[in-house]
């Protein structure tokens, strides 16, 4: 399913060996797959816990597990064994798991739920906060919901103004209004 250098096979197998557990497996997943906040994952399981979608791929001294649903975001992948210092690490060069960006005739919706995913929520993410997209009403006003820090905050305001919606309407000028639907009486997580 992916390609593994000789070193970070090496280092895998080791790892299992360690462990000493017949049934241990690697599982292989995507958060986010096909978004470009899209994240590859190592886990251990035991692949009698797995579901039916995931599928057996045997390397030497483990056997990976990956579901169905991730074999093409995975599809020219390389794993290697990035070394810095007395630290190892597996890196994994997955071309494929973010997916493209929308072509230019695509849904408006789904531009700009990219550009959000993309652009938007990784400045966001500094204050653990995120917006999403609830709707584009007929008159091009986009109503977004914030959540994490983002909800709550005293800064909300700004972030819309300044941040956000400057950015989208930059980028999409048929764009109408930014609108903000969130109940932001919710302040537990407030990042101000």
Do not use: R, W
């Not at 039916?52 to 992948?77: H, R």
């Amino acid at each position: 399913m992916f390609d593994i250098t000789d070193e970070a096979l090496t280092y895998v197998a080791e790892l299992f060996a360690q462990q000493g557990e017949e049934d241990l497996g690697l599982k292989v997943d995507i958060e986010k797959a096909g978004t470009p906040a899209a994240a590859v994952t190592f886990n251990f399981c035991y692949s009698k816990d797995l579901g039916k979608t995931y599928f057996k791929f045997e390397y030497e001294g483990f056997n990976a597990f990956i579901d169905e649903s991730n074999f093409d975001y995975l599809k020219d992948s390389e794993v290697a064994l990035k070394e810095e210092g007395s630290t190892k690490k597996l890196t994994i060069t997955a071309p494929n798991a973010k997916g493209e960006a929308p072509k230019d005739d695509a849904p408006l919706e789904e531009k700009i739920k990219y550009t959000i995913a993309a652009e938007v929520n990784p400045q966001l993410a500094s204050h653990g906060g995120f917006v999403e997209l609830v709707e584009i009403t007929d008159d091009m006003d986009v109503i977004l919901n914030f959540g994490g820090g983002c909800q709550g905050c005293s800064s909300v305001k700004v972030t819309l103004k300044n941040g956000v919606e400057s950015q989208l309407k930059a980028i999409y000028p048929q764009i109408k209004n930014i609108l903000d639907v969130t109940d932001h009486t919710q302040k537990e997580n407030a990042y101000m």
